[in-house]
């Protein structure tokens, strides 16, 4: 077994964008040898590449990866994972095999309808900060799936940055959270910078300033051990500039904002997972 694992080797469907960064933190971690992972993926160009780049075995069948490997990760958009199950099905050994899945929005049940009774599923839900191994992976397993195997699962995905369990119930509120979350914050960084050019600065200073407070505070706030309140109380002096501001904040109902934004994320996670789960 490589490096000690559960499993030595792994097979992954879909050779896109999260899956070359597990395969990049896979091979840094050393969790597999490079000739152990075996990646199935349509296009040729994207093959190519990843076989020149990382070492790793590649084909263009789906079928081939779940007859080579036992331990198997799903990195197909939610869209194709209905007809991407239909071609696996008859190759799933539930004895054998452990299935993983990234798709956003599609519950087990999903896999438990198309796959044969019993099979071994855990779904999880990384965020695209995984590209610099700084994602919050939420993972949920099935009913069949051991303890060991869930901890084997952690620290794959340990290799993207941290993981967290969560009742499969969690899952919709975990996307649009920490799923949609990059998306947020990068919308009140842009929002920051322009704040700055507003009161007179280079952009280029602005984004810098605003970078960094960010991370600061993240920082301080991890090492600290205090929360956002706390932070913003330091902050805030009697009747001075950053007090002024968040009044504006207050006023205009910016946390109100955020949290019916969020809820709203949810509400229309739920709405998609309906909707494919139809289909
Ligand atoms: N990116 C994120 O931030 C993020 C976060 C959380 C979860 N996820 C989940 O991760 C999964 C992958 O996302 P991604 O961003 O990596 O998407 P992506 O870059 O589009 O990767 C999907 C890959 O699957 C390939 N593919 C399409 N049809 C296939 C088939 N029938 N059999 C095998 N491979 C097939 C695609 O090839 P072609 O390009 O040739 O179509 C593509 O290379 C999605 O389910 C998504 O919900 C992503």
Redesign the pocket.
């Known amino acids: 077994m490589a490096k000690g694992s559960f499993f030595d080797q792994i097979g992954i ?8 960064a597990l395969i990049r933190g896979f091979l840094e971690k050393e969790m597999f040898f490079p000739k152990n992972i075996l990646v ?4 040729k160009e ?1 093959r190519q590449y990843l076989e020149e780049f990382y070492n790793v075995k590649t084909t263009e069948d ?1 079928k081939k990866v779940v007859e080579e490997r036992n331990l198997i990760l ?5 869209q ?2 209905g ?2 199950l239909d ?1 696996i099905k008859d190759k799933i050994n539930p004895k054998k095999h452990l299935i993983l ?6 519950p087990l049940s999903f896999y438990e309808k198309r796959l044969p009774q019993r099979t071994k599923i855990v779904r999880i ?4 900060c ?2 610099v191994h700084k994602s919050i992976s939420a993972i949920s397993k099935g009913p069949y799936v051991e303890e060991e195997e869930v901890s084997f699962v952690e620290k794959l995905f340990s290799v993207v940055g941290e993981v967290i369990k969560v009742e499969e119930s969690y899952m919709d509120a975990v996307t649009a959270l920490s ?1 949609s979350g ?1 998306a947020y914050v990068s919308l009140f960084l842009e929002a920051l910078i322009d704040a700055g050019v507003r009161c007179g600065l280079p952009r280029g200073i602005s984004e810098k300033l605003a970078l960094s407070t960010l991370e600061g505070t993240i920082e301080m706030i991890k090492k600290t051990k205090k929360n956002p309140y706390e932070i913003k109380a330091m902050v805030t002096s009697p009747g001075g500039t950053t007090i002024t501001a968040l009044e504006e904040f207050y006023k205009k109902g910016f946390p109100g904002i955020v949290i019916k934004a969020v809820k709203k994320a949810y509400e229309r996670g739920k709405e998609l997972s309906q909707l494919l789960e139809e289909k």
């Open positions: 469907i879909g050779g896109g964008q999260m899956a070359e199935s993926e349509p296009l994207r789906n799903l990195a197909v958009k939610p194709v994972m007809k991407v071609e899945t990234i798709a956003a929005g599609l839900m990384p965020n695209t995984a590209l799923g990059p």
